[in-house]
């Protein structure tokens, strides 16, 4: 009898729109999102849309245009039967990746056999800081980081690892580099979804990416979060509309359905660290996730590591060890920009993409989440 897996079937995602200023700004949320739905299923047209037992959508902010549980909303917006449920999730900048993991425990559990595992983020539409009035003042006395800008986090971690302005602003030169290089050269193209917006214009290319970046245009940026501080927008991760899904799925059902999978499921595990310094957390659920896969950091092919902010991500790779080489090698946040619940996907989409364009066999996808927490998850490239 063949061991039950829970492999990655299709992907996709939208293209990562500027918050506010972008292609995405006077979109409806759902209504981009289902569009990526659609075409991520389209993929498999194999698959009878009332086979999916569930839509797991990931939203860190799920207020506003993104309340009333967009899971559902953007499953009926794109066409699948009344029979498919839908729920919304929230573990912030990771979210879309416990939706990975939740789907492909469901499946592993022999509980689901289909399930689509996404994020969408309109942060031109949803994203605001914490108001005074919504905090619980006894635990802001108690846990100064729980409802602290991330910004903030940022320069602490700046100062805890003695990470310069000057450190933080060559790992944005490079992260642009790499996604320019990338985007030209059509190395992102693969995972994205065209979608026509509010406007009538079809969209298909990433925003953020400034391929003029350099240490000269970046030395002359005022500090965003303190006014003597090291941490500037150039080193901070873009605020972002964007959408991605994955369709998760027992081995057993592609192989009936005569679906050819990508990817495995390998492992997933999330932990928490102080929250003044949430940037931190990939230190403490990489080693829980590799773990899990019985792998090392060595066996990674190809390392996606969220640039919430260069500080964090510098600060993660020293402590990890991480080889730069494997690090995000087609451009990160502070270039392609970070939709918080949908950042998962999209960077699961990014290292499998990778995969098979280099024939590598395993990714490893992390990030920071705010409150103090880190995720981390580990996949496998399927023969080809």
Known sequence: MKERQAVIVAYGRSACCRARKG??????????????????????????WERIDDVILGCAMPVNQMDFNAARSIARRAGLPNCVPGQTINRFCSSSLQAIGTAANAILAGQMDCVVAGGTEAMSMCFHQPQEEYKDKLLDEQDVGIYMSMGETAERVAERYE????????????????????????????????????????????????????????????????????????????????????????????????????????????AGCEAQVMGLGPIHAVPKALAKAGLRVEDMDVIELNEAFASQAIACMRELKLPAEKVNPYGGAMALGHPMGATGVFLTGKALDYLQDQGGRYALVTMCIGGGMGAAGVFELLGQ
């Open 163 to 270: 990470i310069s302005r000057v450190e933080m602003e060559q790992m944005a030169v490079e992260s642009h580099r790499k996604a320019h290089a990338a985007q030209i050269s059509g190395k992102l193209a693969p995972s994205i979804i065209p979608v026509v917006n509010a406007h009538g214009e079809t969209i298909t290319q990433d925003e953020g990416i400034r391929p003029g970046t350099s240490l000269e245009t970046l030395a002359g940026l005022k500090p965003c979060f303190r006014e003597n501080g090291r941490v500037t927008a150039a080193t901070s991760s873009q605020t972002t509309d964007a959408s991605a899904f994955a369709v998760v799925m027992s081995s057993e059902m592609a192989e009936e359905l005569g679906i050819r999978p990508i990817a495995r499921f390998v492992s997933f595990a999330v």
């Open 23 to 48: 292609s995405f700004a006077d979109t409806h949320p759902i209504e981009y999102s289902a569009q990526v739905l659609r075409g991520v299923l389209d993929k498999i047209p194999q698959l009878p």
